[in-house]
């Protein structure tokens, strides 16, 4: 009875260490980062080369781990930018986005910082400002991708995150008064930022 009774306790504190651990394991992460966006393709629009201009970003980002897994991260980025609009090399307008990401990630290590994963998401357009007046409707669309980075952790409640995405995007005209064209951004985003881990 005595030996039953050690097996029960033995068992039960077994159970009961893990949670104790993973408690202690800080699960989100939100900050602030700020980072380049680098358009890796250009159109031909109407005989002219016409491209987005490479530009700064900066937004808030958010991120769970899934503790059970120990390798799984769901992480939400909100980003802001305004890129100049290019026609042979020369500034015609600027416009402004908003994309908002979903990224799955993969966790190499057992610290969860290094990590690689797929992304998607919905990115909202501004106007196109035309220099010298007026503008350009464009359609908001979906973006895909993929994204690697290492977070570092700073004690027990901050981290320096880092992020590296490939999108595939386009902007099309959804003006009345504008032919339908369309240019091919597909931008490479570098972010780095600061978080708070709870």
Request: aromatic letters at 10%; zero cysteines.
């Amino acid at each position: 009875m005595k030996v039953t009774r050690v097996l029960i306790l033995l068992a039960v504190v077994a159970l009961f260490i893990p949670h104790v651990t993973a408690a202690d394991v800080k699960k989100n992460d939100i900050g602030v980062v700020v980072g380049y966006i680098a358009p890796t393709s250009d159109s031909t629009v109407q005989g002219i080369k016409t491209e987005a201009d490479a530009t700064v970003d900066y937004g808030i980002e958010y991120k769970h781990k899934f503790m059970d897994s120990n390798r799984l991260s769901l992480g939400v980025s909100v980003l802001f930018a305004s890129f100049d609009v290019k026609a042979a090399g020369q500034k015609i307008g600027s416009i402004d986005n908003m994309p908002i990401l979903v990224d799955a990630n993969w966790h190499f290590l057992e610290s969860r910082g290094l990590y690689v994963g797929v992304t998607a998401g919905y990115s909202t357009w501004g106007k196109v400002d035309v220099n010298g007046g007026g503008n350009i409707a464009v359609k908001d669309n979906a973006v895909y991708g993929a994204n690697f980075g290492w977070d570092f952790g700073l004690g027990e409640h901050w981290a320096i995150l880092t992020n590296v995405r490939y999108l595939g995007q386009k902007v099309e005209t959804d003006d009345p008064n504008v032919p339908d064209e369309s240019v091919t951004v597909n931008p490479v985003i570098a972010n780095v930022g600061f978080a708070y881990r709870f």
